[in-house]
């Protein structure tokens, strides 16, 4: 139950009142599309899919990292809050791992920096998966397919260290790179309607602002925002979410809080309160709901929040403002956003080695 990834649909607009400059709206035609990566090593690969989907990672058989990445729902899982080890509950949004190998930082609070490390936290995890590593890496060792697995991946034995290189490995390979937008940007003139090229213009221009922090080919600069987003009112007064939430706090070594505090609690600096990390935006069509924790349905309803200038807090950036959009207009944008689902190739849950 890897915890990837996205602040929530982070600042689709984080704009100010100024009109487009033209410069800036053709700038965004010079952007390079988005490059497919190398692949990993295929045995590696193959381990790591086998890992991905097997119940055994977690402490009583029945969690498996697929369980809240599902490849068909964009690997997200399309509900408000992630699920949680059975009799608990999570308090976050699920991230989508779909182009996952293209970042730095991970979590909606950033607190991983890599791949590997990602893929450990929720497995050891008291609400995600439950289970020791080394008792993992014991449980592995004693299926004769897993130490063959292993030894053609990595020449060698079980260990957690390669447990979750090869989680990383698979991951890897879950990539889009043919969105209509980056086919228009290799030069294919038709993969953008005229009303999808409006909304890129809506987009990328000083008045949208979204690109602010959706910024570059990948549409992240992987920084931190407040956008005013409300918490859920099951997850401040339902227990067992309140539970979650002040336990990961406090193994943070930080007192309990009645919000999520996002960023501040990696950073704890004052200003990153209630702060989350802006995801990347491609399929953002097929990732709803949005935000950290789910509270936005649809991506017409994101345009709406944007356009109002966002939510209400203390906290919130000054980027947002009210945008004061058209009927027209949002609706382009939206068509805009709808252009930046590609395709991935299907993933399907192999036999469990040793069943």
Known sequence: MIRVFYAGLLFLLC????????????????????????????????????LFFDRRLSGDGTVSCAVCHIPDEAFADGQKISAAYPTNKHWRHTLSLLNVAYLDIFFWDGRSR??????LGPIHSSFEM???????????????????????????????ERIVAALAAFQQTLQITDAPFDRYLAGDQQALSAQAQRGAEIFFSERGGCSRCHSGSLLTNQGYYNLGIEELPALVSDPQHRTTRNFFLAE???????????????????KDLGAFRTPPLRQVEETAPYMHNGSIASLREV????????????????????????????????????????TYQPVRAPRPPGE
Do not use: C, H
Not at 114 to 119: D, F, G, K, R
Not at 133 to 149: G, H, M
């Open 130 to 160: 439950n289970l020791n590593p080394r008792f993992l890496v014991a449980k592995l060792r004693e299926i004769p397919a897993y130490r063959q697995l292993f030894q053609a991946a990595w020449g060698g034995e079980v260990s957690i």
């Open 114 to 119: 890599s791949l590997e490390n990602q893929a």
């Open 15 to 50: 704009g100010s009142f100024a009109y487009a400059n033209p410069a800036t709206v053709a700038s965004w035609k010079k952007l390079a599309p988005l490059a497919a990566l190398q692949q990993p090593e295929a045995a590696k690969v193959a381990l790591g899919q086998a």
């Open 303 to 342: 345009i709406e929040f944007f356009n109002r200038g966002g939510g209400d807090d203390p906290n919130k950036s000054a980027l947002l403002k009210p945008l004061n959009l058209s009927a027209a207009e949002k609706q382009d944008l939206e068509i805009f956003l709808r252009s930046l689902t590609g």
């Open 252 to 270: 943070l070594g930080l007192a309990e809080m009645d919000r999520d505090p996002g960023y501040y609690a990696i950073s704890r600096r004052s």
